[in-house]
């Protein structure tokens, strides 16, 4: 299908504009539109997976224009990877929404397609001003999930986290103004290819404007000293939202990549390699602060919104390492770390409500219903996100450690990665005994009615991570395989260059 790169962006977003035609009608009808939806993303985002296993680099020129004067979408696998990972948790995070979340808001389900289609639109764009605008479209969606539901609390961490975002998007759109008056492109590969070539008399305004860009997609990332928003928002969230947040962190993660590899890689001359000064040094300090912050955490929730701050912490550690190797293990921890931060942010949700009033404190002992599952639950998800064998956690990690294992500074290394692990291991059991061990001999057990979605939906979380485990060795050939693709970006380069608008001819009679 020659059209197949644009249909993960048309798809939520012709499903999020019928949802919005449809807020009045009832709930039922809505959420078989949002699953039917989700589940199309996933089929076509796998089609895609499929196609760029091969190594196909697919490009699709929006209104048939040259990719100088259009916009141009481009599949790869790293695309590829990240539109399946995206798919797949917003389907998850949907049955979650099943117990009755979705009952909060008419628009729950239309916001929910356009945030996907944000994330689909990020990770296939090929230029930079584009990619603006899919990150404005998934901020603007995420704005409208964070406030579902209402709440005080909620409010004041929404305006906190709005605030800080339009920040940083002022900042985007200064640094794609820079670049573009430089250097008179935004697409991706023609940058590239004048990069190299520029005047060094642009150095200056260059360097900036690529800076300005990695202080951007950090600060989404949550990477030091830009992450403090990030615990709070995520932890007033209702579980479906915090569940599709946790990718969207990643997006950051994903734009380091793809830009300062395409735009400032190894052949971009004065601005070669502009960012792997920064990431690596950033990222030990971002996870030993993240692991701390678990530590201290007083509430379930928060203390998950941490490990997502930590695990921001390793992957810029690999991706800072600047190798294949490295890279290859910190893909396999991006999928890795998502699933679980996902999985947690479910499993949270369905404990709060157990434990009645108490919530998710734990400060507050209080009896739980359902003690036995949960504390299972807790315990293999727990067991994933600190790197215990022989879970997925430690396979990511050991990858990591062994990439970095040659470099002069590996000790340190070795030693922050290590350490945090442990403060990580001894903050989640502090809170599993506290929620599931420490409770009072006298205490009635809430009642908590069955929640359609939820047990499936963590089941297939864990089943995912368990999966990835098992099949690590196809999962880290495929994340091998997009890091040499991404380490050696002309031929990404050539062949978006090389596609040409369709001709088309008409025939007189």
Request: proline share 4%.
């Amino acid at each position: 299908m020659s059209h197949l790169p644009v249909l993960p962006i048309l798809l939520p977003l012709l499903a999020g504009a019928l949802l919005v035609l449809m807020a009045r009608a009832p709930i039922g009808l809505r959420r078989l539109v949002g699953l039917s939806a989700s589940a199309l993303q996933l089929v076509l985002a796998l089609w895609l997976l499929r196609q760029a296993a091969g190594g196909e680099v697919a490009v699709y020129l929006l209104g048939n224009w040259p990719t100088w004067a259009g916009i141009v979408l481009v599949a790869d696998r790293l695309a590829a990877l990240m539109l399946v990972l995206a798919a797949a948790l917003a389907l998850v995070a949907q049955l979650h929404a099943l117990g009755g979340i979705d009952r909060r808001g008419a628009h729950f389900h239309a916001l929910f397609q356009f945030q996907v289609m944000g994330l689909s639109g990020a990770f296939l764009t090929g230029d930079l001003f584009n990619l603006f605008v899919f990150f404005e479209v998934l901020l603007i969606s995420s704005y409208g999930l964070l406030l579902h539901g209402d709440g005080r609390l909620r409010i004041k961490r929404s305006l906190h986290y709005v605030s800080f975002n339009l920040v940083a998007s002022a900042l985007f759109l200064i640094a794609v103004a820079v670049i573009y008056g430089t250097l008179g492109t935004v697409n991706m590969a023609d940058l590239a290819a004048k990069i190299a070539a520029a005047d060094p008399a642009d150095a200056a305004l260059v360097r900036s404007g690529g800076l300005i860009l990695l202080c951007v997609f950090t600060a989404k990332a949550a990477l030091l000293p830009l992450y403090l928003w990030l615990p709070s928002a995520y932890a007033v969230a209702s579980a479906p939202v915090a569940a599709l947040f946790a990718i969207m962190t990643k997006v950051g993660v994903y734009a380091v990549v793809r830009v300062h590899t395409v735009v400032f890689g190894p052949e971009a001359g004065f601005a070669a390699d502009l960012a792997w000064p920064w990431l690596l040094p950033a990222g030990a300090a971002t996870l030993v602060l993240g692991a701390l912050g678990a530590l201290a955490a007083t509430g379930l929730r928060r203390l998950v919104g941490y490990l997502v701050v930590a695990s921001a912490g390793t992957l810029f550690i690999a991706i800072g390492a600047a190798g294949t190797k490295a890279l290859s293990a910190a893909l396999y921890y991006l999928v890795h770390s998502t699933i679980a931060a996902s999985a947690l942010f479910l499993l949270a949700d369905r404990i709060r409500h157990a434990r009645g009033s108490a919530g998710d404190s734990l400060r507050t002992t209080s009896a739980i219903a359902g003690r036995g599952a949960l504390g299972l639950a807790f315990l293999a998800a727990a067991m994933v996100v600190a790197g215990l064998p022989p879970w997925s956690g430690f396979l990511a990690k050991a990858m990591i450690l062994d990439a970095v294992a040659q470099r002069p500074d590996a000790a340190w290394l070795w030693g922050v990665v290590l350490a945090s692990a442990l403060l990580v291991i001894v903050a989640l059991a502090r809170a599993g005994s506290h929620l599931f061990w420490r409770e009072p001999a006298d205490a009635v057990a809430p009642s908590s009615a069955p929640r359609r979605g939820e047990r499936l939906a963590g089941g297939l979380l864990l089943a995912a991570l368990a999966a990835l485990a098992v099949f690590a060795s196809p999962v880290v050939d495929y994340t091998r395989a997009t890091a040499e693709q991404l380490r050696s970006p002309s031929t990404w380069i050539a062949r978006v260059q090389a596609e040409t608008p369709v001709q088309r001819t008409t025939e007189t009679p």
